[in-house]
């Protein structure tokens, strides 16, 4: 039990467009969904917060206009990239907190994100 | 703020050595968790263990042993009998609460090379 899925598990995209990410739960109900960023070669960096029906919560220095947030459901979580630009490469993980358990959180597999 | 130490870089070790990743981690919390992840090059992170701060009992399963010692913030892994399978980046990690919610800080990572 407790699987994270994400999708595309990578991406390849061209300057200046939008990519989403989709997360989400397959087996339970995830009242807090987390994104994570991990450029190459070194940690996982908390890049905003979401919970299911109210605003992302971001981290200082991540832009929320251009790393929007969806948590539509207490199953799916969706992180769209706008504008996309080759800084913006990187590997992008999220994780799942389940209602029941307030310390756990599932991970996804990550998506690689590639902008030419 | 919390914080999470993992002094080793990388590290090369011979099949079948023993090997020990150091975890010190910082925290005003009297109740935290802590975590060790194993990411392999795939990049999919594999949960190894959650301790919560009231818990310092050692824990063993199979060639993986932790020591959790509250009196040097400290939370080492040891894997015996180091095969090349081991070979990954592994991350230590610390859940805090924030306000009403809790955060995952991860330590920067040592990478491990197991070789024949």
């Known amino acids: 039990g407790a699987v994270v899925s994400q999708h595309p598990s990578w991406v390849i995209c061209k300057s200046g467009t939008s990519v989403k990410i989709e997360c989400r739960s397959l087996?339970?109900?995830?009242?807090?969904m987390f994104w994570y960023r991990q450029f190459p070669k070194q940690s996982l960096m908390l890049m905003a917060t979401?919970?299911?029906?109210?605003?992302?919560?971001?981290e200082q220095g991540v832009e929320k206009d251009k790393f929007l947030i969806n948590h539509a459901s207490l199953t799916l979580s969706t992180l769209t990239v706008t504008s996309a630009h080759p800084e913006d490469s990187s590997f992008y993980i999220c994780?799942?907190?389940?209602?029941?358990?307030?310390?756990?959180?599932?991970f996804g597999p990550g998506t690689r994100l590639t902008v030419l | 703020a919390q914080k999470v130490t993992q002094a080793q870089t990388e590290i090369s070790v011979v099949e079948k050595e023993d090997v020990t990743l150091d975890c010190v981690y910082e925290?005003?919390?009297?109740?935290?968790?802590l975590f060790w992840y194993k990411q392999p090059p795939s990049g999919e992170l594999v949960f190894l263990i959650r301790?919560?701060?009231?818990?310092?009992q050692n824990e063993i399963s199979g060639r993986y042993s932790w020591n959790f010692q509250k009196s040097t913030s400290s939370f080492n892994f040891t894997i015996t009998a180091s095969q090349v399978v081991d070979s990954a980046v592994y991350f230590c990690?610390?859940?805090?609460?924030?306000?009403?919610?809790?955060?995952?800080?991860f330590g920067t990572g040592t990478r491990l090379q197991v070789t024949l």
């Open positions: 925290t005003r919390d009297t109740t935290y968790y």
């Open positions: 994780s799942a907190r389940p209602g029941f358990s307030y310390n756990e959180q599932f």
């Open positions: 979401s919970n299911e029906g109210s605003k992302a919560t971001y």
């Open positions: 990690a610390l859940s805090e609460r924030v306000g009403t919610a809790s955060k995952l800080t």
């Open positions: 087996d339970f109900q995830a009242t807090t």
């Open positions: 301790r919560n701060s009231f818990d310092e």
